[in-house]
């Protein structure tokens, strides 16, 4: 896991170091698009490029979330035109892990479409919850809002982390994909507590 973790890192600095904003974009959409490459290594170092002073904080930022955006779209069109039959048939071909996205279906079944936005920043689902909403045909244009919210969110936190940690990059690399689990745990559990609210709300 280390190993597969130090050549993403090593492919995602080549991607941003040798296309700019335009090699942030490629990489959150690859991300969005159900790729498993962590947006837990690609927004710090597009801050540590920040801090360098290769780029601005905020064009980062938003070349970041739009590509985001696109990689969403991309999966949840792939959703509503192939559908399940598709994915179970071509899948394995664009690396759609079939249990994490079965997995990911369950969360989006039982909340609803607020999914997509918690989503944006929770591991595994963040990579996948485009899909789903495309299956279960979700309205685009809020499918399109709630993940642009969400991804700027964590886009803009992600990235002022990795400027602020700035000439300490290569020591703490590896230790942004480990945080991104501990973070999304917190959230998930936030998460369940209030859908338990309403769902015993509605019981009483």
């Given at each position: 896991?280390e190993?597969?973790?130090t050549?993403?890192g ?6 941003i170091?040798?296309?700019?904003y335009?090699?942030?974009?490629l ?6 698009a159900?790729i ?13 490029m ?10 980062a930022v938003v070349?970041?979330t739009?590509?985001n ?6 999966a949840?069109y ?9 994915l179970?048939?071509?899948?394995k071909?664009?690396?759609i ?9 369950r ?7 607020i999914?997509?936005f ?21 309205n ?8 642009t ?9 992600l ?5 602020k ?15 991104d689990?501990v973070?999304?745990g ?12 309403h ?6």
């Amino acid at each position: 896991m280390e190993a597969l973790i130090t050549q993403l890192g090593e492919f995602v600095v080549h991607i941003i170091s040798s296309f700019g904003y335009a090699g942030v974009f490629l990489a959150m959409a690859i991300e969005s698009a159900c790729i498993p490459l962590p947006s837990e290594i690609i927004l710090p170092f597009t801050g540590y490029m920040v801090f360098s002073g290769h780029f601005g904080f905020w064009p980062a930022v938003v070349a970041a979330t739009l590509g985001n955006l696109f990689g969403a779209l991309v999966a949840y069109y792939v959703g509503v035109w192939g559908g399940r039959p598709f994915l179970k048939r071509y899948g394995k071909y664009f690396f759609i892990n079939a249990r994490e996205l079965a997995w990911t279906e369950r969360i989006f079944e039982r909340n609803g479409e607020i999914t997509v936005f918690i989503g944006r920043v929770l591991p595994v689902v963040r990579t996948f919850i485009s899909l789903p909403a495309g299956i279960a045909r979700m309205n685009p244009l809020k499918m399109a809002t709630y993940t642009t919210i969400g991804a700027f969110l964590w886009c803009t936190l992600l990235v002022f982390i990795g400027k602020k940690l700035g000439e300490k990059w290569d020591t703490l690399k590896p230790l942004f994909h480990r945080a991104d689990v501990v973070v999304g745990g917190v959230i998930l559990v936030v998460l369940l507590y209030f859908v338990w609210k309403h769902v015993s709300g509605k019981k009483r």
